[in-house]
């Protein structure tokens, strides 16, 4: 099937199918009326005719009728012989009955009788004309001129056979004169649609030879003088314009290829200098990381060594502050020395095993200091008092609550400071920061969250206007939102709400890691080699090693360790990678060169903890990698999985809140006042633990006993075991 669209014909095709078109309708319109017309007519004709020859018939016939001579008017029928389009002809009497008939067909039925068309003839009418079977019939009275007697009647049946001859000559002549002029239409159509096409294609031509050629100074010259001169003018007017912009172009180009090859060399030179700096940078990165872990390795490791050691329990509440206060900073060292991510600028999740509960309890230590010296009310209420055994981003979850919480202390000069957390789904957790601060300007809070942005009250007390920004974004990283409501002069609430994970099952929860140690099984003799070129990090790292049961022997170098390796070969060594004379990766190929890692293990314990580096120690040939400052745990988990041994906790060594729960059951008998036991009842029932604080002061007037009760009570509080607290405020009421 053809599809005929006009839209897509060209010009010249439009313009011959347009003169063709309309020439033919009116050539069909004109044919059409004079065909019309000339049938019309030829009817006309033909019914006059045949009335014509009736008259005659009928005039012929008077004698023969009035004399009853049927063989004459038989005779006068047979003229119409020569009338081939006659079929019938019948002549009938006054009474209708049949006188004499003409049949062309011999075997045509003739009537006996006139018609019942007869009825049709009234007084006024002398004939009656009537079409049947494409045929034409005509009856006629047969009058005696004389008296005007009715003689009888003329029955004439005639065929259309020449009606039709002539319609087919008719619509023979219109398709010849139609032919022909049509043809005649399309040759001057033809050369009639140049007058339009010409100047069109002239111009188009133009136009293709100034697009290929890029040349805009040919320009067409015309002599007509109507809407196509104003065309072609307007035309060579663009060219004109064009070819003005073009040499501005050019020229402009000419220069910018000038002053880009000046910037190129500009540039080049900018980015040798970037390349230049951001080596440095990384060398600078690289030095400071180990620099600044170094001395954190000697602080954090001892302290968790002084953690084994005898001490109070108030000695013991704040080495745990610089413990965990020293981890937060070292998490923080971590994340400004990545070079991953200072390069890519983005932070990634970094996520492990860890316990809500027991990062609660840190932060509320951290902070009950600082409340404690505004002379504001500390509260800090967790859902569970039991371990919550979570996996996430310890570290991005401990910075965002010590931003949260450190601004809440910052703006609060009177009143309180809330931290609270609830679980709102199974594993959904929302943490909840409010205070009785100076509050938010309304205008402020759209933009609390940009960068170096701060209200009137964050101007007057100082500060970056990064803290927030920075907040929002390890939110986001935790695929949640950080939300606020604050009102002037009353204070404000930050809350959010995360998703942690449940930690996995092989995790093994300890509440007081830094302060449990572990020793071989007895019976277990194995060897150890510590070599790091500086004394304090081989001391420190000796020291744990000697206690938990190993026999340790330290080396300055790698030169020195392949020797005393060479001389006799430990069960497992301990390398640090940055010393003189000969480093970690050099020492360690000239182990695995004659050691497999089957025959020695060999733990890489480096302050260049970058975590594109870690994989490189091990395809190096290290068996693990420990980054300095390391915790206790993390020589504990070495030794366990690459000598695949089992350590055992050392029985005396239980932490402070072990030794709370067990002298529950040895509790002092002591006659408390009723008041005073519901307080503290009421206080242990809704976790008030800074109420129950308090509340301890006033058992000192109770003598030694109220003492030691308040010493137990103090060791719960500060594990935040409601439960044990309640248990123990019970056990004392109901003696």
């Given amino acids: 099937m053809i599809n005929f669209s006009f839209k897509k014909l060209s010009i010249k095709s439009k313009l011959i199918v347009t003169i063709m078109g309309i020439s033919t309708l009116m050539l069909l319109s004109s044919l059409s009326i004079f065909m019309s017309s000339e049938l019309i007519s030829l009817k006309k004709t033909m019914l006059e005719d045949l009335s014509t020859l009736a008259d005659l018939v009928g005039k012929n016939s008077e004698g023969a009728i009035m004399f009853l001579d049927n063989k004459v008017a038989g005779e006068n029928l047979l003229a119409l012989k020569a009338k081939p389009h006659i079929i019938s002809t019948y002549l009938f009497n006054n009474a209708g009955q049949l006188f004499a008939h003409y049949n062309r067909d011999a075997n045509t039925l003739s009537l006996t009788k006139l018609p019942h068309n007869t009825k049709l003839l009234t007084d006024s009418q002398t004939e009656v004309q009537f079409y049947l079977n494409d045929q034409i019939h005509l009856i006629k009275r047969i009058i005696f001129e004389q008296d005007k007697t009715l003689l009888g009647f003329i029955y004439i049946q005639s065929d259309r056979d020449i009606y039709w001859q002539r319609v087919s000559e008719y619509i023979y002549t219109i398709i010849i004169m139609l032919s022909f002029a049509l043809l005649l239409t399309l040759a001057l159509a033809y050369r009639a649609q140049k007058i339009f096409t010409a100047p069109i294609l002239k111009l188009l031509t133009s136009m293709q030879f100034v697009s290929s050629s890029q040349n805009y100074s040919v320009t067409l010259k015309t002599d007509h003088n109507d809407e196509f001169g104003e065309l072609i003018n307007g035309y060579n007017d663009m060219l004109r314009q064009l070819d003005e912009q073009h040499q501005l172009t050019k020229n402009y180009q000419q220069d910018l290829e000038k002053r880009v090859a000046e910037r190129t060399v500009q540039l080049k030179t900018a980015r040798d200098e970037a390349l230049s700096a951001s080596r440095t940078k990384s060398i600078f990165l690289a030095n400071m990381s180990?620099?600044?872990?170094?001395?954190?390795?000697?602080?954090?490791?001892?302290?968790?060594?002084?953690?084994?050691?005898?001490?109070?329990?108030?000695?013991?509440?704040?080495?745990?502050?610089?413990?965990?206060?020293?981890?937060?900073?070292?998490?923080?060292?971590?994340?400004?020395?990545?070079?991953?991510?200072i390069e890519a600028g983005s932070l990634e999740l970094s996520t492990s095993d860890f316990d809500l509960v027991e990062l609660v309890q840190s932060i509320e230590n951290m902070f009950k200091i600082r409340c404690d010296q505004k002379k504001i009310h500390w509260e800090v209420f967790c859902f569970s008092n039991h371990p919550i055994l979570v996996k996430g981003d310890q570290g991005k979850l401990r910075q965002i609550l010590i931003n949260l919480i450190g601004n809440a202390c910052k703006f609060t000069d009177q009143g309180e400071v809330l931290f609270k957390i609830e679980q709102i789904d199974d594993n959904q957790y929302k943490f909840t920061v409010k205070d009785t601060g100076s509050g938010i300007e309304e205008e402020a809070l759209s933009r609390i969250f940009d960068a170096?942005?701060?209200?009137?009250?964050?101007?007057?007390?100082?500060?970056?206007?990064?803290?927030?920004?920075?907040?929002?974004?390890?939110?986001?990283?935790?695929?949640?939102?950080?939300?606020?409501?604050?009102?002037?002069?009353?204070?404000?609430?930050?809350?959010?709400?995360?998703?942690?994970?449940?930690?996995?099952?092989?995790?093994?929860?300890?509440?007081?890691?830094?302060?449990?140690?572990?020793?071989?099984?007895?019976?277990?003799?194995?060897?150890?080699?510590?070599?790091?070129?500086?004394?304090?990090?081989?001391?420190?790292?000796?020291?744990?090693?000697?206690?938990?049961?190993?026999?340790?022997?330290?080396?300055?170098?790698?030169?020195?360790?392949?020797d005393k390796i060479a001389e006799k070969c430990p069960d497992i060594v301990f390398m640090d990678i940055r010393m003189p004379v000969m480093n970690g990766i050099e020492a360690i190929g000239h182990i695995r060169q004659k050691y497999s890692s089957q025959q020695l293990k060999c733990i890489a314990v480096s302050a260049s903890g970058l975590k594109h580096n870690v994989q490189y120690f091990i395809d190096e040939g290290y068996d693990l990698f420990i980054s300095k400052p390391f915790r206790f745990d993390a020589i504990f988990n070495a030794i366990t999985e690459t000598l695949n041994v089992e350590l055992q906790a050392l029985e005396d060594?239980?932490?402070?809140?072990?030794?709370?729960?067990?002298?529950?059951?040895?509790?002092?008998?002591?006659?408390?006042?009723?008041?005073?036991?519901?307080e503290l009842r009421q206080a242990a029932e809704y976790g008030q633990l800074t109420e129950l604080s308090k509340l301890l002061t006033g058992l000192s007037t109770y003598g030694e006993a109220g003492q030691i009760i308040a010493s137990h009570l103090e060791l719960l509080i500060s594990s935040a075991d409601l439960d044990g607290i309640l248990d123990y405020v019970e056990n004392m009421i109901n003696e």
């Fill in 290 to 341: 180990h620099e600044i872990r170094t001395p954190m390795n000697a602080i954090l490791g001892y302290a968790q060594l002084l953690q084994q050691s005898d001490l109070d329990k108030e000695q013991r509440r704040k080495l745990s502050i610089i413990d965990n206060s020293g981890s937060h900073l070292l998490s923080l060292i971590n994340d400004i020395l990545e070079l991953s991510k």
């Fill in 452 to 562: 170096f942005h701060q209200g009137r009250q964050g101007e007057l007390k100082g500060g970056t206007g990064l803290g927030l920004n920075i907040t929002q974004r390890h939110i986001q990283l935790l695929s949640g939102e950080l939300q606020v409501k604050s009102t002037i002069n009353q204070g404000s609430e930050f809350f959010f709400s995360i998703e942690l994970l449940p930690a996995s099952k092989s995790f093994i929860f300890s509440q007081a890691t830094s302060s449990s140690m572990y020793t071989l099984k007895a019976g277990t003799q194995l060897s150890a080699l510590v070599v790091d070129d500086v004394k304090d990090n081989t001391d420190l790292l000796s020291s744990i090693l000697t206690r938990i049961g190993f026999n340790v022997s330290t080396a300055e170098n790698g030169q020195v360790a392949l």
């Fill in 653 to 678: 060594n239980k932490s402070p809140i072990e030794e709370a729960k067990l002298s529950i059951t040895k509790q002092t008998p002591l006659k408390l006042d009723k008041q005073f036991i519901q």
